[in-house]
Nanobody, 121 residues
Framework: QVQLVESGGGSVQAGGSLGLSCAAS????????MGWYRQAPGKQRELVAA???????NYVDSVKGRFTISRDNAKNTVYLQMNSLKPDDTAVYYC???????????????WGQGTQVTVSS
């Protein structure tokens, strides 16, 4: 089995910063793309940022210039640094990883449990 454990998040005032991290563990052969998604109340889950194993990144337009995604391949960990936070960034943030494992054939999407980020005005 593979587990993704998130840490970070919390509450901050608008303009503040928060950092998230997500560590993958278990029977991992390799991880392709890792990413962060978020889901606000009453809204669909959306991709916030993603990073390939080679370090290529992409961001949703609303966070470009404010959020930075990075990863440590040796630790199977992905990070999200969030600066200049806005109330619209309030959501539950989920970590995602495309994992190859001895436990299954091919690639599976694995998810973290989610962590709340609340930005007050």
């Amino acid at each position: 089995q593979v587990q993704l454990v998130e840490s970070g998040g919390g509450s901050v005032q608008a303009g503040g910063s928060l950092g998230l991290s997500c560590a993958a563990s278990g029977s991992i052969s390799s991880i392709n793309t890792m990413g962060w998604y978020r889901q606000a109340p009453g809204k669909q889950r959306e991709l916030v940022a993603a990073i390939t194993s080679g370090g290529n990144t992409n961001y949703v337009d609303s966070v470009k210039g404010r959020f930075t995604i990075s990863r440590d391949n040796a630790k199977n960990t992905v990070y999200l640094q969030m600066n200049s936070l806005k109330p619209d960034d309030t959501a539950v943030y989920y970590c995602n990883a495309e994992v190859r494992s001895l436990a299954w054939v091919g690639i599976n999407d694995c998810w973290g449990q989610g962590t709340q980020v609340t930005v007050s005005s």
